[in-house]
Structures are given as structure tokens and as C-alpha cells.
């Protein structure tokens, strides 16, 4: 059973930044800023309020979130049935589940409030989860729409309801201390006012009630023409406004003291404005909606309104098509159903850019407002760009739904260009439309195919027509799909005939036709390589090549209408997606499936950046673009052909949490736990040469040492100095003391003994053992312990003259062919055997037992130099391609 895809694994989405849910702001005294939170679906995002920059992304819930709220250390959020306690914004820590699902949440000091869709109030100790309380209420009497706890009430909650009542309960005592008649319509939302005893009810009729809670007086109210309130806020910085939310995207500001409309703010959001709030004692406020934006304002205006400050946005309509920009694959180019162009970037939000919404005349939109532009472009279906011109000139070609006009857009700028291509022979036909454009390679030449038949080519710079193709038309019935060769001598256009044609792209003569077995849905050209992808309405992949015209590959598989398609940057991939909601990836040197998998919601557009690090996708119903990892950039990766049956399996988009209950607990333990004392192995493989860490200290000087001793001489002798005793030592790098007795100089005997000459070494006695044992590790360990001076001394009592033998030596010869042969410590045994060599190498070329021996080693030496310095010059080849070759 397949798990997934091999290829490509879930990074992150992109463009979400609050829906529906309520913003909420919380102020931090360590940093002394505000952090405004957003709900994006299974996750909310907290930015700060002096950058308005991205701080942290929660962790990942199992369903949509449906109400959150917060106090100075958790932030609270509630899914189904669920509420969730999140620390530092990021990670769960308490858990509490109600019997309902949950549509709105209150802290109270170490209490959390909870009220499900049932009007069933659930009250917990927060640290201990235990349950504090419950309430019941009924919906068909008292369904509870709003919550809040008025300032300096003492255990006091204020309860709204849709039946327009209010009730004050002690949950102290579980009492009800007061129920206000209310005032005839449901209560939408409950402020609390900068006076005490004064709160703000919003009705669903549109009107704002300043309600006294201890006289249980109405102060003031006002009427608001849009509609049910939706949020309410004070200022306060010492102007006395309250703000005012409907849903239709309208603020108003009221001024308190004057009791009067001190001013609007329309069309602040595309839709109800479900978050407002302001930001305590600055002049500033932040506003949210389910048009996936969130603004700040600032209120520095002669009549008292808020202009627009910052601004964090993405789609309100799914996006129709994405396609990355640039030569370094860090931008994504996103064109949405709601007519806008943005520009995504993978690096960091702040590298954002909105070029803009489509309209015919800019600068009378922006007098009359996005939202009442009546010369608002239909959405973009299809779009090309180009960079190499695009500091000079408009990049960038749009065609829109249904639409005759072709636009131009400028990324550097980050709006809409200045020309309109359109052919003056449409101007009487209404009923034209263009259908797909292509920007050359050069930056200078755009190719526009309609749905009457007709391709032409218009300059970049002046929007000046070029010439057509075909004579009257180049295709009889609608162009699919245009393209134009990375040299710009070759244009290639593909009709509903069924035809693909190849044009002279400067002389615009035919060249040559090749008929498809079906008719064409789509084709993409990959320029460096000069394969043609077709995706055929019978579901099939056609790649042509465009040098010799012919089919070199046909993939069949996919079991809906193909969406989008893109080449890796080498040519070797292309990736497909369909409405079958799999994303699928064929080798065309293998010419087989090698990666599929399966997605819950079909694919719209993908594409794949030019360094092949992230995979692009949007899907239906989606507002996001979903980034995907290559996994073949940091894994091997076994890529083999896919079984015709081969059934892919589901894979959630970036974002979705694992369900760890489906995971054993012992396999999570293994993957997760780690005790900090991993030892790296003494030798990773055995067909690897692993170097020794003895420091080069220790054995690179050691054919030099003589030459050291020569030039570290002491210019004078030294002075003998006058100590009553020494403790003699033994040779070696650790210090040690002589255990033979010290004996009077007087005593001492003159008398050189026979026995002291026959004395052999210590290293001799280490290799007589491992002769014995045929282990000659514990000679290296050995060896390894010793100074370079201390080493000499060993190797040269060897000899026979030293005190060895023609035995010892034959015996250091085979530890050195068993050092060679096991591959460790590659570096140290070059040096034992360069020394061993330059001390004894006279003596050894007179000895043919040792000469034999040291035959057996040469062969040994010569395969592994041989195979090393093949590996050296391999990787001299591959560092000095990358460095010269043009990639």
C-alpha cells in the first residue's frame, strides 16, 4: 500500500489571514507592544502591532476554529465541542470538552467561561481543568448570543440573548442578580464603555444602546442604516468615539459627548466586518473580516475618520492560476477570482505585493472606491510573464473571463500597466474573447490567441500590433494554448480542431501541422528543452518534440480533465494536476508514472519553481497557495515506474494536523525520544577511508623530525643546575615515573650489564603478541599514545641494531598491511609506514624475506591509492563543472 507521495512533502500555505472569527488583541509588557490574533481556518496566527509582521502560527487543530478569546498568558480556542488553552500562542496545554459545540468564550480571572449551541454555560479552574460550574438556559427563552463581564462586578457576568433580554449572574453564588427587558431586537455584541457601570449593546436592528447597568438607564442611543452591529470599540486616548461594524463593510464613528455620527468609513472589508478593536491609548485601530484581510487604521484625519495604515491581505475569491516569477523562485504570481493580481513570496510576507484589481480606468476607481469601480474587469483566467524586461517596461499579460481586452501589468511598480491590447477588427464583433497569452522569452513580444480563430502578436513596449497568423485565421474554432521557442523562431498555437501548428514566428509562414487524436485542452512548452506538453480532453498527455514535430511520449492515467501542467527546470519531470484531485509525476526519460498522490480537494493550478525546492498548488473553494517540499533535494530518493493499478492515497495540504491516536505509542517514543548520548561509529562503512582525530601535531612532522631537532639546537649548552634529586620518567606523552629504586651515585654500578643490551622494546613486545592473536588493534592504540619523538624511537629499535630484529620488522610490516586493509585511521598509517621506510630502508632492500613482505604491502597500498584518488578526481570533475558550466 502506497503512503503518500515519495517526492513532495507538505511545507506550509500561503495568503491566510483571518476569517470570519473575531480578531482579538493582547498587550505584552515584556516587548510593551500589542499582538493582534487571527483565525485562518485550523490554526490562528499572531502578529505584532509595530511591524504588523507574522510572530508565530499555532499549532494545527483537528476542524475549523469557531470562537477564541484571551488573557495576559493563554490564548483560548474553541473547535466543536473542544476548547484548547494555547501558551505563548503556539502549544496546547490545557484541554476542556463541553457536551455541545462551543460559539463563545470569556476568562475570568483563573476561571474560563464556555457557551455552547445549546445555552449551556460550562465554567473551569483553568490550571486544573476541573469543572467549576454549570448553568443551564433555554434557547426558546434565553439563548445566549453574547458574554461579558462588566468593569470593578465583582463575580458579575452579563449574559445577552436573541430574544433581546440581558441577565446579570454572581457565579459565585450561581444567582441571578438582574434581568434587563432589553429592547426588542437580538443582541449581536456586548462592550464594555471606559466608564464604569456603562456598557455598549448592539442590536441586530442597527441600533447601539449606552446602557447603564446600575440605574439600568439607556444613556444615549444611536440608529445605524447597515444592518446588524457586528463589533463595537472605544477609543481610548482621550477622544471620546465609539466605532460601530455592519455587514456590509461599513464603520461608523460616533462621538459621545456631542451624542452625533461623527463620520464613516465605508468599504473597509468586502463583507461583514466580524473583528474591530482599538488599540489601547494610541490612535489606532484593527479591523478584520472573512475577505482574508486584516488592516490597521490610524485616526490622524481632519473630520475624524481612519485612513488605511498597514494592511496584511490574500484572496477573497479562490485563486484561477499561480505561476513563480523570477529567476530565483521566490515569488509567486496569483490571479483570484476576485479579479486581483498578488504576488506571494516564499521567503517572508513582508516581500508581499498586491498589484492591484483590474479595472479599465485606475484612476476612477480609486476615487469611487474597489467596490464600486463599475469598470471592474472580469477575473483573470490566464496570464504569462517575463522578467528579463520588466525594469524597462509592462511584464506581465492578462486575458480575462470572458473578455475581449488583453492587460498589461508592471511587477516592479506593483500595478496595472498602461495598454489594453485589443485588434481593431473586434470592435464590432462582441462576441470575441481572448482565450490564452504568451510573453517571449525576450521580454518584448506578447502572443494573443481569441476565441475566433486568431493569434496575434503585439509589441510589449507600445502595445503596437505585429501581425497575425493564418490567413484569415490560424485555427478554425477557439485557441487553447499559445507558445513561443526560448530563440523566438518558432510560435506554436493549438486549436479546439484538434491541431497543433508551428509558425515562423517573423515571417508568420506555416510550417508544419500535426493532428491530435482528440481535441487539445491545454499545452505548455518547456524552452530549454523544447518539449511540448498537450493535455487532450480524453484525459491523455501528448509531448511533442518541437524540433523534429513528433510524439516522443504519451501518458494515460488520469481519469478527469487536466488542469494545469509543469516541467522540472531539467526537463526530466512533468507534473500534472486534474479534477480527479490527484497530482501526478511522470519521467519522461523513463517514460512511465514514477509519483502520485491523492488530495481531498482537486488542484485548479500548480508550478513548480525554477530551483525545483517547493511545488505550488491552489485548489477549488481554497483561498491559500500550498507550498510543497522536494524531497529529492535532501533524501535519495528511489524514483521507479508506478504499476498500471497503482492506487494513490490521500495526503492533507500543509497545515492539517497527524491524528496521533492512529500512531503507536511506542513508534511515537522511538521517533521523539532522544537521550543525548549518540556516539558516532569508529568507521561509517567499510568501503569508506576514514582519517584518524589525532591532531596533525602528531604524526604530519613525523619524516621531519630530524630536520627539527637540527633547528630547535640550543645555541649554548645547558647549564647544569644544582637539585639535590630527579625522579627519572618513561618516554611518552603521559607522565611517568621510572618504577626502578633510585640508588646512591656512590653505590652505583660502573658495569655495563649483558642483560640491558638483549632488552627488547615496547613496541616489540606489542607485536610478538599480535602475531600470537593476529589482532594488531591494540598496537595502533598503542602507537596512538605516544609522542612523534617517542614514535621514532620505537621504530627505530625495530632493527636489529635497535635491539629488534628481522621477526619484529616482518611483524610491523603486516600490522601496517592489516592497518591499510581495514581503512581506518587512513592519514596516521601513511606516516608510520613514510617513517618506517625513511629510518630502514636501506636494511630492507637487502633482506628478501622482507622484501616479500613488503611487495604484498605495495599491492595493498596501490588498490587503495587507486580507489581514493578515482573518488579525489571525480569530485575535482563535478566541483569544476558547477564552477565553469553555464546551468
Known sequence: MSHGSKVFVG?????????????????NRKFKDTYVITSIGKAFHTYNCARFGLVSVSDTHPYEISCMTSDSKYVYTAYQNIVTAFIRSTTAEHVYECSGDVHLLLPFGDHLIAVDSDSHVYIWHITTQEMYMELEFSNATFQISAIMHPSTYLNKILFGSHQGQLQLWNIRNNKLVYIFDGWGSSITAIEQAPAVDVVAVGLANGNIIIHNLRFDESVMTFTQDWGPITAISFRTDGHPIMATASTIGHIALWDLEEKKLKSQMRDVHHGSVTGMKFLDSEPLMVTSAADNSLKMWIFDQPDGSGRLHKIRSGHYAPPTMIRFHGSHGKDILSAGQDCTLKSFSTVHEKHNKNLGQASMKRSVAKKKGLKHDTFKLPPINNFAAECSREMHWDGIVACHHGFPIVTTWNFQKCCMGTHKLKHKSFDDNLHVQATVVEVTSCGNFAVVGWSTGHVDTYNMQSAIFRGSYGIPVAHEGAIRGVAVDGLNQVTITAGTDGLIKFWNFKSKDLIKNVKMDCTISKVFLHRESGMLAVALDDFTLNVLDIDTYSIVRIFVGHRNSITDMAFRSDGRWLLTSSMDSTIRTWDLPLGKLVDSFLLDSPATSLTLSVTCDYLATTHV????VYLWNNRTLFVHVSLQALPDDFEPTVVALPGTCINTKEIDNEEIKDVYEFDGNFKSPDQISSELVTLSLLPQSRWKSLTNLELIRKRNKPKEPPKLAQVPFFLPTLPGLELKFATSELKDSSEASRILQIDALAETSELCNYLSRAEE????????????ELGPSAIDTQIRSLSPIGGGSVHMMIYFIQFLNSALSSKQDYQLVQAYLGLFLKIHGEFLTKDSDLTDELETLQRIQTTAWKELNKKFNQSACIV????????
Not at 473553494?621 to 491559500?624: H, M
Not at 592473536?773 to 596512538?784: F, G, I, S
Not at 569544476?880 to 546551468?887: C, D
Open 11 to 27: 511545507a506550509r500555505a500561503l495568503g491566510f489571514y483571518s476569517n470570519h472569527v473575531p480578531l482579538l488583541t493582547k498587550y
Open 773 to 784: 592473536t593476529q589482532d594488531y588493534m591494540p598496537v595502533l592504540l598503542y602507537m596512538k
Open 621 to 624: 473553494d481554497d483561498l491559500g
Open 880 to 887: 569544476n563543472y558547477l564552477k565553469n558550466a553555464t546551468i
